[in-house]
Nanobody
Framework: QVQLVESGGGLVQAGGSLRLSCAASGRTFSNYYLGWGRQAPGKEMEFIADINWSGDSTYYLDSVKGRFTISRDKAKNTVYLQMSRLKPEDTAVYYC?????????WGQGTQVTVSS
């Protein structure tokens, strides 16, 4: 069973930075994409970034492109989301995602709040 544990959320002022971490366990993730989604209050979940095992393929939602950077540490089975130039509209619960072996799993989420 895939387990995903996020950390690193918090309160930050607009223009600031945060780094989210997600520790994955329960599988061999060599054929998995790891990524992040977020859900703002009253809105649907949106998938914002992912990265393949080797780290040479990434995806970013247009609204975060150039501000967020996804990376992974294969030895630690950990994926990171470095968020810079944060905006109030980035306020959401951020969820880690693992996609592979015909499974898509989500973590419990970590709150990110950006004040104006």
């Amino acid at each position: 069973q895939v387990q995903l544990v996020e950390s690193g959320g918090g309160l930050v002022q607009a223009g600031g930075s945060l780094r989210l971490s997600c520790a994955a366990s329960g599988r061999t993730f060599s054929n998995y994409y790891l990524g992040w989604g977020r859900q703002a209050p009253g809105k649907e979940m949106e998938f914002i970034a992912d990265i393949n095992w080797s780290g040479d393929s990434t995806y970013y939602l247009d609204s975060v492109k150039g501000r967020f950077t996804i990376s992974r540490d294969k030895a630690k089975n950990t994926v990171y989301l470095q968020m810079s130039r944060l905006k109030p509209e980035d306020t959401a619960v951020y969820y880690c995602n693992a996609d592979g072996d015909n499974l898509s799993s989500w973590g419990q989420g970590t709150q990110v709040t950006v004040s104006s």
